[in-house]
């Protein structure tokens, strides 16, 4: 019985250092609002960061036990993209963030493996990366759904998807730089709770109609939060294919028949609809996460997975491990 | 058999009388050869489906193809004028909704009819709803998701959902098919239509929830097209939100998905299993007949698909086909 997390984060050490007394991280800087908040200021946006995202990788592990939670496959903050900054900007903290996780992974290798964030604005520097970072013992790496505003599935990242096939990269995307839903309104933490899971169903209507599932056979995706909306929807993305134009892009199998060519994780909250999720794609595609250390984290995610009625004890041990062992060789 | 489609799509016949007579319908012309299209405004340009012509016999035929037994008509949103100024809105409402009712009383046991209405000026909205349903014989308005940019939480617009609740007026939400969201990323590989439509449906109902207005408006009767989109799917991340974030919290005392099962949802959900999800979600009595027409090409119609279903007992499609629209349009 093991228990690997895919979707769990770290803001690393080396921010809070540089941040220290007003100093800045790569132009990264950190304030505290009235309450004593930390915030991160990247930018013109401001990121808020709960206590645990300056926890030590040993208080890390001590939750981590308390949770019941073996392994953290490790990706860095999601506010911390920076692909809207300077390319150079990006190209740092990126290298600064995936050392430092490569020091943790290094050091507990039993309970840290090792996802990196790749300065996407500029997909030579990205690439370039990757591959360093695949050198080093990564298991691939976490990315937005757009790269200021445009989708993945544009012709200038496939030599991206060309390298992350080929590398054996499994790439997980994550909202980081907002979501469409911020486009109508900033409400009720809606551009979260309601964008999060449109931008993922995006990424799948854009990899697949576009074509990169396609050119990219043995490319490994994983879709957080379940993939959002996706396999709920996918019925109305079927029609939607039907009715394209013909192009050297359009799939010739319907998007539903791609639904198994990804991986998911299992935030998606309510015991209904992970199940739907499990059937929708199949048992051997549902990957453990807890979104780890934020406020939409999972709740005793361990003790939730093992106790529900609608799945099988074969179901619950595939989620909990057995896929993400066989997936990121751990 | 009865069935009753609360969802079927329909232009005017004013409307075509002004565009073949040359002349602009509010602001729109026909573009190009054949009369096929319409430029609405700068930016948008629809094509027209011919069905969306039909007298009402015409459509009656269509109909019995279809084993359909009753229609609930409404304008097509793409031609919605909330863009128009408040008079020019509020002529077009009246002239969309005089032809809507009469179209309705060429055959009254087929059809039963939505208004729409000029919300880009919420008193005449009022008026115009009063108008429709205490004179006209509709059952309620058609309304869009959003109104130039505004969402329906705001303020503004109480006073109308109060209208609508104190006449028993049905409140049917519709998007923009091509027009919506989604065009603020991308108008490529059929997006708008594939995702941005559910996505403007789902936010609907997290608006209507978390803005409070269905916490205001206890009794306000209101159905969401494409079965509210992903919106149930999604839920257990919406109560998730509600418990951590206060700006969740202004406006509701309980997690959103205390109010699902005041809604309703049309069948347009495009599987089975999302439909037997939906069921699930919000409860038998909240699930109801649409067809989209005459876009979507149901297999074999769009009462047949219902009856074929497997995962349903007869007591559940009858409640979807008919009970529930009978119960709640007062047919």
């Keep these: 019985m093991r228990s690997i997390d895919i979707h769990a984060h770290l803001t690393p050490q080396c921010f809070w250092r540089a941040t220290e007394n007003g100093g800045d991280w790569h132009s990264l800087r950190r304030e505290q609002d009235s309450r004593g908040r930390e915030i991160a200021l990247v930018g013109d946006r401001r990121g808020g960061l709960p206590p645990k995202a300056r926890w030590t990788p040993e208080e890390r592990m001590t939750d981590m036990d308390s949770l019941g939670v073996d392994v953290h496959v490790l990706s860095p903050y999601s506010g911390f993209y920076n692909y809207g900054l300077d390319a150079a900007v990006a190209i740092a903290t990126s290298r600064d963030s995936n050392d430092e996780i490569a020091q943790m992974v290094k050091s507990w290798p039993d309970r840290f493996a090792g996802l990196g964030t790749l300065p996407m604005q500029d997909v030579k520097a990205a690439i370039a990366e990757l591959e360093r970072i695949m050198q080093a013992g990564f298991k691939g790496a976490m990315i937005d759904d757009h790269v200021n505003g445009k989708l993945l599935d544009e012709a200038e990242f496939l030599p991206f998807w060309k390298a992350a096939e080929q590398s054996g990269a499994l790439i997980l995307f994550h909202q980081g730089d907002g979501t469409i839903v911020d486009f109508r309104t900033d409400r009720y933490h809606l551009p979260n709770t309601i964008g999060n899971l449109a931008d993922r169903a995006v990424t799948f209507c854009s990899l697949v109609l576009g074509g990169v599932m396609d050119a990219c056979p043995d490319l490994k995706i994983c879709l957080s939060h379940g993939g959002g909306y996706t396999c709920y929807g996918i019925g109305r993305v079927d029609r939607g294919w039907r009715g394209l134009p013909d192009s050297p892009t359009k799939p010739e199998q319907p998007p539903s028949a791609y639904l198994n060519r990804f991986y998911y994780d299992c935030i998606v909250y309510t015991e209904e609809s992970l199940r739907y999720l499990i059937d929708q794609v199949g048992a051997d595609r549902v990957l453990f996460g807890t979104d780890w250390p934020y406020d939409m984290v999972f709740d005793w995610p361990v003790s939730w997975i093992l106790a529900l009625e609608s799945l099988s004890q074969e179901e619950k041990e595939l989620i909990l491990w057995k896929n993400l062992e066989k997936l990121l060789d751990l | ?331």
């Excluded at chain 2, 027009?179 to 594939?194: G, S, V, Y």
């Design chain 2, 1 to 331: 058999m009865r069935s009753i489609d609360i969802h079927a799509h329909t232009f005017t016949r004013s409307m075509f009388t002004t565009l073949d007579s040359g002349q602009d319908w509010y602001g729109m012309h026909y573009e190009g050869e054949g009369q096929q299209s319409l430029f609405i405004k700068e930016g948008k340009r629809v094509g027209i489906n011919p069905k969306l012509r039909f007298t009402p016999e015409e459509r009656i035929e269509d109909m019995d193809r279809l084993g359909t037994e009753v229609q609930v008509v409404s304008l097509h949103t793409q031609v919605f004028g909330y863009h128009l100024d408040a008079a020019a809105g509020l002529a077009q409402a009246r002239e969309v909704n005089d032809d809507i009712a009469e179209f309705v009383q060429e055959a009254p046991q087929r059809f039963a009819g939505m208004a729409t209405l000029p919300v880009q000026d919420v008193g005449a909205a009022i008026t115009e709803l009063d108008r429709s349903v205490n004179t006209l014989g509709l059952k309620g308005a058609e309304l869009d998701t959003v109104v130039n940019g505004r969402n329906w939480d705001e303020p503004e617009f109480l006073p109308l959902f109060q209208a609508a609740e104190s006449m028993g007026a049905v409140l049917f939400f519709h998007p923009q098919p091509q027009h919506n969201i989604m065009l603020e990323r991308t108008n490529r590989l059929a997006l708008p239509n594939c995702v941005g439509v559910p996505l403007e449906d789902t936010l609907l109902v997290a608006t209507l929830i978390f803005g409070g207005v269905l916490e205001k408006c206890p009794d306000l009767k209101v159905c969401v097209a494409h079965g509210g989109g992903p919106a149930c799917f999604g839920l257990g991340r919406l109560d998730r939100g509600w418990q951590v974030r206060s700006e969740a919290r202004v406006n509701i005392s309980k997690p959103p998905s205390a109010y699902m099962r005041r809604l309703y949802y049309d069948t347009v959900v495009m599987s089975e299993t999302a439909l037997r999800f939906l069921i699930d979600s919000v409860g038998i009595d909240r699930v109801v007949l649409g067809s989209d027409y005459p876009f979507v090409p149901w297999d074999p119609s769009p009462a047949g698909w219902v009856q074929g279903l497997e995962s349903l007992t007869q007591e559940e499609k009858d409640r979807i086909l008919w009970k529930n629209l009978e119960e709640l349009l007062g047919l």
